[in-house]
């Protein structure tokens, strides 16, 4: 039996077990607040076209509308100016390769429940690897915090001085992308950077140093309390948007039963 | 003689069917509705030999001239004969009979048989004013000249007028300043408040004694969903969503900001109305507060674009134009449309703009008086009334005015 052969029956007989790590597209969920000066990623809308009605007896459909950026989404390197460069920056043309990789999956939960601004440092990743092994190359690192299980206010946790959400500091960037070459990092939160990430030197070092390296950043995922620390395999492809920046999208996790 | 809060309605009782006084009118007497729709006591005064006229006409009934015009004239006038109409054969006042009519004379000329004011007798001063009926024709009323404090719970002025006074209001946007101050208006009226809040995962101000309920007026199912909860149970809708942002066309660069512009302003108004209207209509003669009104605040420069503003314009001209599909549509109901219209306003958007600004705390008093004296439109503010004037002068001048910079 080939490889893919048989993780088709591991599929099938639930040996490895595919787990949603997508959070519901939905008009009330939250999506990231800049000064209003600023353009704003537009939320998700849907309009109904017809429902078994004069409109369309027969069928039911929408039309929907939103930003790049809105829900569980992907971003791609030219998301940020320090990745506007790199050759297949763009979701249509990263190679589709990229879309299914490993995952090492950093469990902060603790910490973040009782400190909203926790900042995963250098440190923390490596007392996981001290743990679990040294961060594979070309694999996703994703950021358990349990925010996911949060919703509304509590989710964007929005206060006078801006959102208070977990997130990298810059040296742990630095490491994951220079010293460990991984291909991305993904979130609960609305970002991949803090919500004081606008404080830090250069601000939002998620974006500025994953994409100044052509990686990738995953965001709004859910359900990472169900993945092992290692051994899950992701699949993320994002919609193929002709030099888009980002998109919305389904991402799944395989993990061994 | 106040009236009393409404009762419990009986859930299982009819709702019973709006009617409406008779609608025809002459081309000539829509004037008369034009001129109350802004609380304007105008008659069409002769050009040649300035005789008043009464009722409206096409040509002067002493010397022949076709030059009528609109005027403001004196509103004063007496009674000279008052009776209680106690049957009717038109189905609208069957049902309110017995209603009082009567004759006055005018100081400016004409007698006129007018609706009268319970506190209104043959031989007694009264001023006349121009009012909507519930069919949203421009018709005569006369009030007691000393103006009573009860003067807005006589029958005539209930039919006439949308008091908020125990009646149920959604302000459709709670978040920005207009709305908290429409809000809090409305509260100190007596009315029941519920405002809508977009974005309820974002801090906003909350506006004491208003309750709260999600409403995204961007977001089709959240407002289908604010209308299945409590859209049977509310009598006024003020729709205070806006997106101000300066601009125009060149410089902005792109249609994002035109885009919610037009989906918060034309597209979040026609939602908002797809949603609530049609149980507003239905329940225009529900119980002694039946639902009554629609409010709209819009952008003075719906009438003559500012080009400082000119993505906003647009969209307040939209709307401006929407707003008179929905007073088409909401009639049967005997639902009136009202637009506030406002100047700059005296908020974060207008930091740089000099005075005059208007205040928000000034559209929500203006909008409890635009219900309370039953008028469609209304100015708030210096800039919003000095536009009004120079667009009836005239638009085009105006649209050139505009160009200049003068707002």
């Given at each position: 039996m080939s490889n893919l052969t048989g993780l088709a029956a591991d599929l099938a007989s639930g040996r490895v077990e595919v787990v949603d790590l997508t959070q519901s597209l939905a008009p009330e969920f939250p999506t990231i607040v800049l000064p209003p000066e600023f353009g704003q990623c537009a939320p998700f809308r849907l309009e109904e076209v017809?429902?078994?009605?004069?409109?369309?007896?027969a069928w039911y459909w929408n039309n929907f509308s939103c930003g790049?950026?809105?829900?569980?989404h992907f971003d791609a390197p030219i998301h940020w100016i320090s990745g506007k460069?790199?050759?297949?920056?763009t979701v249509d043309t990263i190679?589709?390769?990229?879309?299914?990789a490993p995952a090492a999956v950093i469990d902060c939960s603790r910490q973040t429940a009782e400190n909203p601004d926790f900042v995963l440092t250098r440190a923390v990743l490596e007392a996981w690897e001290a743990e679990h092994g040294r961060i594979p190359s070309a694999s996703w690192v994703l950021l358990r915090?349990?925010?996911?299980?949060r919703s509304g206010a509590e989710y964007a946790n929005i206060r006078e001085d801006g959102a208070h959400t977990p997130g990298p500091d810059p040296e742990a960037v630095r490491f994951l992308v220079e010293?460990?070459?991984?291909?991305g990092f993904g979130t609960?939160?609305?970002?991949?950077?803090?919500?004081?990430?606008?404080?830090?030197t250069p601000p939002y070092p998620a974006h500025f140093y994953m994409h100044g390296k052509g990686r990738y950043g995953l965001q709004?995922?859910?359900?990472?309390?169900?993945?092992?620390?290692?051994?899950a395999v992701i699949v993320s492809a994002p919609l193929?948007?002709?030099?888009?920046s980002g998109s919305p999208l389904r991402v799944l996790a395989l993990i061994e039963r | 003689m106040s009236i009393p809060p409404p009762t419990r309605k009986n859930p299982l009782a009819r709702t019973r069917q709006p009617l409406l006084p008779p609608v025809p009118r002459s081309r000539a007497a829509l004037g008369l509705g034009a001129a109350a729709s802004w609380g304007r006591f105008a008659l069409q005064v002769c050009a040649s030999c300035e005789h008043v006229q009464y009722p409206?006409?096409?040509?002067?009934?002493?010397?022949?001239?076709?030059?009528?015009v609109w005027r403001d004239v004196p509103s004063g006038g007496t009674v000279i004969a008052a009776t209680n109409v106690?049957?009717?054969?038109d189905p609208y006042f069957r049902e309110r009979t017995p209603w009082r009519i009567g004759t006055v004379t005018m100081d400016a000329g004409p007698a006129v048989i007018a609706h009268l004011h319970d506190g209104v007798a043959a031989g007694d001063r009264a001023r006349l004013v121009l009012r909507l009926d519930k069919a949203g024709q421009g018709v005569m009323l006369a009030l007691p000249e000393d103006g009573r404090?009860?003067?807005?719970?006589g029958k005539a002025m209930r039919e006439m007028t949308a008091d908020p006074r125990d009646r149920r209001v959604l302000v459709?946007?709670?978040?920005?300043p207009v709305g908290q101050a429409v809000a809090r208006a409305l509260i100190e009226a007596g009315a029941r408040v519920v405002v809508g809040i977009a974005d309820l995962w974002r801090p906003f101000t909350p506006v004491a004694g208003a309750e709260v309920f999600e409403l995204d007026v961007t977001d089709t199912d959240s407002v289908r969903r604010a209308a299945a909860e409590f859209g049977g149970r509310i009598e006024i809708v003020v729709n205070t969503a806006m997106h101000i942002r300066p601009g125009g066309i060149i410089g902005r660069g792109d249609v994002i900001t035109a885009r919610d512009e037009m989906e918060i302003t034309y597209f979040g108004f026609m939602r908002l109305a797809q949603a609530f209207g049609p149980a507003l209509r239905f329940r225009?003669?529900?119980?002694?507060?039946?639902?009554c009104a629609w409010v709209n605040v819009l952008s003075?420069?719906?009438?003559?674009?500012?080009p400082a503003w000119g993505g906003l314009s647009a969209a307040h001209a939209a709307a401006l134009s929407l707003a008179q599909t929905l007073r088409a549509e909401l009639r049967p109901g005997g639902i009136r449309v009202v637009n506030a219209l406002v100047g700059p306003l005296d908020d974060e958007w207008h930091q740089s703009v000099p005075p005059p600004k208007v205040a928000p705390a000034a559209i929500g008093a203006a909008v409890v008086r635009a219900l309370r004296e039953g008028v469609e439109q209304v100015a708030v503010g210096d800039v919003a009334q000095d536009i009004v004037a120079r667009w009836r002068d005239d638009p085009e001048v105006l649209a050139r005015e505009m160009m200049e910079g003068m707002a």
């Open positions: 017809s429902r078994y009605d004069a409109r369309g007896p790049e950026h809105t829900g569980t460069d790199f050759p297949n920056n190679p589709a390769e990229k879309f299914i915090t349990d925010w996911s299980k010293e460990r070459d991984v291909l609960e939160t609305i970002g991949t950077d803090a919500g004081q990430a606008h404080h830090f709004c995922l859910t359900n990472l309390d169900r993945l092992p620390p290692t051994g193929k948007i002709r030099g888009g | 409206p006409r096409e040509v002067c009934g002493a010397c022949l001239s076709g030059a009528l106690r049957i009717s054969a404090g009860d003067e807005r719970d459709s946007d709670g978040r920005n225009g003669a529900d119980g002694t507060h039946p639902a003075v420069f719906g009438l003559a674009g500012s």
